[in-house]
């Protein structure tokens, strides 16, 4: 290695060896700016879901890129040694990722590389090649979650059941969707859903389409562009980001808002309804919202169903609380039964199933939405949907799907599970079992749990380590120690694959530990 390679050891007699303690922690620091404006601040994406709210997640990060040496601060000579397009686009890199990839990504990293030298940031060649091997590296993989969300919107919602993933796989290839074995025509997609959706709710028809957000401005559309009557305190910005006032607007329909943010009466829909009635522009619908989100901003005192209902217009009901089946208002088929004309719903919250958007109601309506343009452009891809039949079939025969066994799992056996976390590792991390308060805004539904609390020596570099492993785990931070929840974990018979990571993590930290 050339003497003036900045890259290079440090020697006796070199100069740059005499460095004085300001020298290297200003070092230190110029490599931390370098890191963070290329990526690899360790800090971790907030992936959590918006019911986390109070807990940080980390779920993506990033290697400490290896050490590099001296800073030169010259940017001319910086730049100089910056690796090539052509350098950067190996033979290996091309074979393993394919050459159009690699080139852009390569663009693109060289690109930051030299605006962080313009802005006076220290850029080293190995930091280069690094970034551009994470970035190639990128893609959505498979993970235990044990942040003890069940349905976590960055984690990929609720996990399938093994009927469904062998529907899916079935569907992979060409798929009767649009065909009707019966009559050997054309058929109709999903009804084959539709009758197990009716069966399950009591809904004279039913329809999928791609998201819940798709199922609501679906349902909107029997407003036919007239406003719709909704309740002040339904005008929110629900778990998942969407916000009503939004989505009403992006169905061509006007919200005419009544009540206040915390009541909302019957008389006062009614009310409106008719003084619309004699107008250019009568009121077309009542939407009324059913979600756990306003357990977060204040209780919602709102009318019951059956007391909207009977005022010649329909009435839809977006729902994301409670159950598919069963009586009372917290369920889909109690809200058929209280007179609603539309209700929509997710294939994954209540079901248990792929995400997708589900409407069930009176067949006049759901003909209308079948035959709207946005059926069309919301239209449910066929592996969805066979997963989503099998997922169905689960329910009509009683078979517990993922999301019920782990809400249901008993809280005892989750605390033997993470006692024993506790005994492997007890001697190698200063842990705890700590009992976890359910329902803390990490998910409407969840119920309490048991969690494993690392506290030390380094629980956010453990995170790291563990979200960089095969296969990754998830867990989030509270009052500065890393939880890992058993609830998503232990019902799901990944318990002893968490532990076996988990040490595997611990080695490859302390090794570090001794290797700096």
Known sequence: MADDDPDGPLGPGDSRSETTLDDMREDVMARRRTQRALGYDWGGYDLASPWDTGHEIVAVGHRKPPSSGSVVVDGDLLRSRLPTLDELCTPARVAEHGARRVEYLARRVL??????????LPVMRRTVEYTLDERLRRRVRGIINATGSVLSNALGRAPWSDSALTAARR????ADV???????????????????????TGAEAGLAVSSHAAALMLALSVAGGGPVVVGRG?????????RLPELIRL?????????????????????????????????????????????QVGRVARPALSELVGHGVPLVVD???????GPGPRTVAGAIEDGADLVCFAGDGLVGGPQCGLVVGRASLIERLRK??????FQLDKVLLAALEATLDDRLRGVPTPTDVMRGFPLDELRVAVEHWQAVLQDRVDCAVVDVEGPDGRAPSDLPSVALAIHGPDPRGLAVALARSEPAVVGRFEGGALLL??????PLNRGGRLLSVLEAALDRLMLDESLS
């Open 251 to 295: 169905s061509g329909v006007d919200a005419v808002a009544v009540g206040t943010v915390n009541r909302t009466q019957a008389h006062e829909y009614a009310e409106v309804v008719d003084r619309h009635a004699e107008g250019d522009r009568p009121i077309a619908a009542i939407l009324t919202v059913l979600h756990d989100t306003f357990r």
């Open 372 to 377: 709207h343009p946005l059926h069309g452009v």
């Open 178 to 200: 649009d065909f009707d074995p019966g009559s050997a025509r054309w058929g109709a997609r999903g009804s084959s859903v539709e009758d197990r959706l009716c069966a399950l």
């Open 171 to 174: 569907a992979t290839g060409y």
């Open 319 to 325: 729902h994301a609380i409670g159950a598919l089946s």
């Open 234 to 242: 339904d005008l929110v910005e629900l778990d998942d980001g969407r």
């Open 111 to 120: 690109e930051e590389s030299a605006e962080g030298i313009e802005s006076g």
């Open 485 to 490: 929840d058993a609830r998503t974990v232990v």
